[in-house]
């Protein structure tokens, strides 16, 4: 994988009249990674979008995509797929997604080609002269994602891809993000408030709040700095007992008895303890039955990131 | 291809491919000519109604009895009240009551007396208007006859000399410096010109509007606008939809044109034009389609007009007041969300429109007013009050000066309309007030 990354963005800062929608954002994108974009509505996730898909430029800051400053030379390498998305109703299918991929810089038989495998990949063959307008929502997606990836873009921005899906659709949504990635080399933006698709997709997360980024990095280390050390023991004995024990060790989370004597406990172990000795000790107290590190969902780092954020920010 | 032509070609194409527009264009001629021809034969028939014009006459000043017939009438000038297909006088002493009156076979009742001589004004009393037709020709006759009773009671001319002595003068009319000659009947056409100029503009100009907020609602224009800036989409929609209304405008002349030459060629060889020239009394024994078009009074400025010059400043002024126009109504398309939440923004866009549509009646009258002079430089006003005044002729640097602050402002709007197009095109939720897309101009070129 090349180290530049493929999206970089430096000092971002927008606003609209009085209302500053980015503020002084710096983020980077490495290549070949899907890149999750999270935050609660009115983050200034659109914000941030529109300007990395060349929407509207940024008051001050700079966009830099592959190492070079953002220009009109990169419309050809992106690929946009809008949270709310339409489609022209006065136009068929095909020749909807041929306008779009000629917009993007394809030849006519090139964009047919690709339309051709496309269609035939998500099962929308014999579309190609159905008007717009008799389309489902369901089946207007899939063209749109089609019309959004069809160029075989180097960089893609997927706002809200999988919303509208039904489950079975959504899955084969996900799976041809993942094999853009895995074949092409595809970097990928995506834009999302649902953290299951994130755990399933993304390698990289952002989390943006009230216009700042208050949180980047690869996804296992946001999980592994989220889980502040916790680990899940399963055992079989005195609750009681094992906490009394426990002292100034380490600190007691949740509990959840399980019946016949066997306990679910969260441990917050500090630092200086390191897992094998902690298991050591407990082997002598009770008859450990299982024992692994927190699973962190991305809920629960976004929900810890954003709650941390405005404990501290009164803003 | 250059992205922005791909934006056009789409505009255009999805268009003029349309069933109705095609229908429309091929038919708008015929229709056309439709519509009038239905207006003339409606007319026409209306009068095939016999109208019975009962004239009450107590002093026996326009008749006399028929000696041996008590009671009944008769005119002492036939020639007066000759009888026409759809007119037929009948005399009588005495006036009807309204009841008899209804009764009676008289659709009309005129009683002439003194007053008529005096004033010159006669009542028409009737329980169905006459046409126009018939009251006019009333006019003539009973003013012919009173013309005969006044000559033989007051000289001592008889009435064919004093006929032969009677000059009336017809007027024709020069520019001295144009040279162009019966600007009133050529006025006219220029009215037509205009009038057709207000319908494209506005029909087309919708249809902008229309597109824009297409696209905004169903957001499409996020995915155009990542590929092409807002202002050449905006742009591009405008030059497409404009060349659509130019095709229908090209297609329209070459169709009327056609028809026009068709219908000549019917009526030299159908014997038609003998017989229209034969009704009207005509000296000139014309048999051929145009001669018979330039001896007509009406029809002769048909030939007398520069067709393709108006044609050509047609083009000229048609793309360059949609432009200026479509516009407008591009940035309240943009500002917008639905069509029906545009109509309060509509109304100061159009209301120059509507002004100079309504204001061309005057400048059909005084082409050389002040009025008109003025809005034939006032760029909203001068796309539809030039074509009056190229019709009946106009210095060539008053089209020039007019041209010039034409393009000027129509490249002040387009960057105008363009800012605010493109601010308001992604803002959703609110409408906004006038003076909010006023601040969208301040906004920086982001």
Not at chain 2, 21 to 29: A, D, E, Q, R, V
Not at chain 2, 105 to 131: N, S
Not at chain 2, 302 to 324: C, D, E, K, R
Request: charged share 20%.
């Amino acid at each position: 994988m090349n180290d530049t990354p493929s999206l970089e963005l430096f000092d971002v800062s927008k606003r609209y009249g009085t209302h500053i929608a980015l503020d002084g954002v710096s983020l980077e994108v490495p290549q070949g990674s899907i890149f999750g974009l999270l935050g609660p509505n009115g983050a200034g996730k659109t914000t941030l979008i529109r300007m990395v898909a060349g929407i509207t430029g940024p008051d001050q800051g700079s966009i830099s995509f592959f190492g070079e400053a953002m220009s009109s030379e990169h419309i050809s390498l992106l690929g946009y797929l809008p949270e709310e998305r339409g489609l022209y109703k006065n136009m068929r299918v095909g020749e909807q997604a041929m306008y779009f991929a000629r917009l993007r810089g394809m030849g006519k038989k090139e964009a047919e080609r690709e339309l051709t495998d496309w269609f035939q990949r998500l099962e929308v063959d014999g579309w190609w002269d159905k008007e717009v307008a008799d389309l489902s929502k369901g089946m207007a997606q899939k063209i749109q994602f089609i019309v959004a990836v069809l160029h075989k873009p180097k960089f893609l921005i997927l706002d809200e891809p999988l919303s509208g899906f039904d489950p079975i659709n959504a899955s084969r949504i996900r799976t041809e993000i993942n094999r853009l990635r895995d074949e092409f080399g595809t970097t990928i933006l995506l834009s999302t408030h649902d953290m299951s698709s994130v755990d399933e997709l993304c390698d990289h997360v952002a989390l943006i709040n009230n216009g700042k980024k208050i949180l980047e990095g690869p996804v296992n280390a946001l999980r592994e700095n989220a889980r502040a050390g916790r680990i899940e023991l399963k055992f079989r004995g005195n609750l009681i007992g094992f906490t009394a024990a426990l002292g100034a060790g380490a600190i007691l989370h949740e509990a959840l008895s399980l019946g016949d004597n066997i306990h679910d406990v969260v441990l917050g172990l500090p630092p200086s303890i390191p897992i094998e000795q902690f298991l050591k000790w407990a082997t002598t107290e009770v008859d450990v039955l299982s024992c692994t590190p927190k699973v962190v969902s991305m809920d629960e780092v976004f929900l810890h990131a954003v709650n941390a954020v405005s404990n501290t920010d009164p803003s | 291809m250059n992205r922005w032509l791909i934006v056009v070609g789409r505009e255009y194409k999805t268009r003029v491919r349309k069933r109705a527009f095609i229908i429309s264009t091929l038919l708008g001629p015929f229709l056309l000519v439709g519509v009038v021809a239905a207006i003339l034969f409606i007319g026409m028939s209306s009068t095939e109604m016999n109208s019975k014009v009962l004239i009450v006459d107590h002093h026996n000043l326009l008749t006399y009895n028929i000696p041996g017939e008590e009671g009944v009438l008769k005119a002492s000038c036939q020639e007066c009240f000759a009888e026409r297909s759809f007119l037929e006088y009948s005399f009588a002493s005495k006036a009807l009551d309204t009841e008899a009156f209804l009764e009676s076979e008289f659709t009309a009742m005129i009683v002439f007396d003194d007053g008529i001589m005096q004033h010159a004004k006669a009542l028409l009393q009737y329980e169905f208007a006459a046409p126009m037709k018939v009251q006019s020709a009333i006019k003539r006759d009973l003013g012919e006859a009173i013309e005969r009773l006044r000559v033989k009671s007051e000289s001592k001319l008889d009435y064919e000399t004093y006929k032969k002595l009677k000059v009336q003068i017809g007027l024709s009319t020069e520019n001295i410096v144009t040279e162009d000659r019966n600007i009133e009947n050529k006025s006219v056409v220029g009215f037509v010109f205009s009038v057709f100029m207000f319908m494209f503009i506005m029909i087309y100009g919708m249809h902008v509007m229309r597109g824009v907020i297409e696209e905004k609602s169903n957001r499409i224009v996020e995915v155009v606008i990542s590929v092409v800036k807002p202002e050449h989409l905006m742009g591009a929609k405008i030059a497409g939809i404009g060349l659509v209304g130019l095709t229908q405008i090209a297609v329209w002349s070459l169709l009327s044109w056609l028809l026009f030459l068709g219908f000549g060629v019917y009526a030299e060889s159908s014997g038609l034009l003998l017989n229209s020239m034969g009704e009207q009394g005509a000296q000139v024994a014309a048999t051929d389609f145009m001669t018979f078009i330039q001896s007509n009074e009406e029809l002769g400025v048909l030939l007398q007009v520069n067709w393709g010059m108006m044609l050509g400043w047609s083009a000229f002024f048609y793309l360059a007041g949609f432009a200026l126009y479509a516009s407008l109504f591009a940035a309240i398309g943009a500002a917008v969300e639905q069509e029906s939440d545009a109509q309060y923004l509509l109304l100061p866009a159009m209301i120059p429109l509507m002004f100079s549509y309504i204001v061309n009646v005057f400048i059909i009258e005084s082409p050389d007013s002040t009025l008109a002079t003025f809005c034939s430089f006032f760029p909203f006003t001068s796309p539809i009050t030039m074509m009056v005044k190229l019709s009946v002729g106009v210095p060539w640097w008053h089209v020039a000066v007019s041209s010039i602050i034409l393009i000027m402002t129509v490249l002040l709007m387009v960057k105008l309309a363009g800012k605010i197009y493109r601010t308001g095109i992604l803002m959703y939720g609110k409408k906004p007030s006038l003076r909010e897309m006023a601040r969208w101009l301040m906004y920086k070129n982001t």
